[in-house]
C-alpha cells in the first residue's frame, strides 16, 4: 500500500527558512515532487527530483529560494524553503510519480502540511 506522509509545515516569519520532509512507503517511488494549494487558487507545481537526484525541476517562483533533495536510504524526500515569502503560504503536499518534464502529477499523495509565512 502507497503512503506519503509529509511533516515539518509551521509558522514563520517572512524571510525564515523551514524544511519539509516527505516519508514515502509501499514500494519505490521514481519522481517525486511538491506540490502546494492556497487557500482559492489551485494546486501548483512546486518542485521535482528524480530517483538519482540528479534531475530537479522548480517552478519559477521558488527557483533560488528552494532546494528539493531526496535520502533513497530513508524513503525520504525533502524542501528547504529559504527566505520564505508571504505567498508562499499554502498546503504542501508531496506527490510520487510525477512527471518532471511536464510536471504532471501522479496518482500518489500525500495529507498535506501547512506552510504559514507572516509578514
Known amino acids: 500500500q502507497v503512503h506519503l506522509v509529509e511533516s515539518g509545515g509551521a509558522l514563520v516569519q517572512a524571510g525564515g527558512s523551514l524544511r519539509l520532509s516527505c516519508a514515502a512507503s509501499?514500494?519505490?517511488?521514481?519522481?517525486m515532487g511538491w506540490f502546494r494549494q492556497a487557500p482559492g487558487k489551485e494546486r501548483e507545481f512546486v518542485a521535482a527530483?528524480?530517483?538519482?537526484?540528479?534531475?530537479?525541476s522548480y517552478a519559477d517562483s521558488v527557483k533560488g529560494r528552494f532546494t528539493i533533495s531526496r535520502d533513497n536510504a530513508k524513503n525520504t524526500m525533502y524542501l528547504q524553503m529559504n527566505s520564505l515569502k508571504p505567498e508562499d503560504t499554502a498546503v504542501y503536499y508531496c506527490?510520487?510519480?510525477?512527471?518532471?518534464?511536464?510536471?504532471?502529477?501522479?496518482?500518489?499523495w500525500g495529507q498535506g502540511t501547512q506552510v504559514t509565512v507572516s509578514s
Open positions: 506527490n510520487a510519480d510525477l512527471s518532471i518534464a511536464t510536471m504532471t502529477p501522479g496518482r500518489s
Open positions: 509501499g514500494r519505490t517511488f521514481y519522481a
Open positions: 527530483i528524480n530517483y538519482s537526484g540528479g534531475r530537479t
